[in-house]
Nanobody
Framework: QVHLVESGGGLVQPGGSLRLSCAAS????????MAWYRQAPGKERELVAR???????NYAESAKGRFTISRDNAKNTVYLEMNNLKPEDTAVYYC???????????WGKGTLVTVSS
């Protein structure tokens, strides 16, 4: 059974930093593209950052220059380093694992990030 468990969310002041982690109980983790999405209240879920199995990254415009996605295949973990956080970054952040060759697609339950003074 596959589990993605996010951690690291919380309350942070504007300009602060957080590091989110997603631990995945997935066989052959390195074969998956990993991504972070977020959903703010009243808004649709949106892609924040993606890191493919091949090492390519893409970021939402709002995340470029402030967020960094990385992975440790030995630990089956993906990270999202978030700097210079803004109130508009407030959302539930979800971890996603996608294997393009099979269409397998898994989601975590999310971790709440609140940016407020």
């Amino acid at each position: 059974q596959v589990h993605l468990v996010e951690s690291g969310g919380g309350l942070v002041q504007p300009g602060g930093s957080l590091r989110l982690s997603c631990a995945a109980s997935i066989s052959m983790f390195s074969y998956y593209d990993m991504a972070w999405y977020r959903q703010a209240p009243g808004k649709e879920r949106e892609l924040v950052a993606r890191l493919t199995r091949g090492g390519s990254t893409n970021y939402a415009e709002s995340a470029k220059g402030r967020f960094t996605i990385s992975r440790d295949n030995a630990k089956n973990t993906v990270y999202l380093e978030m700097n210079n956080l803004k109130p508009e970054d407030t959302a539930v952040y979800y971890c996603n694992a996608f294997r393009s060759t099979s269409g397998l697609d898994f989601w975590g339950k999310g971790t709440l990030v609140t940016v407020s003074s």
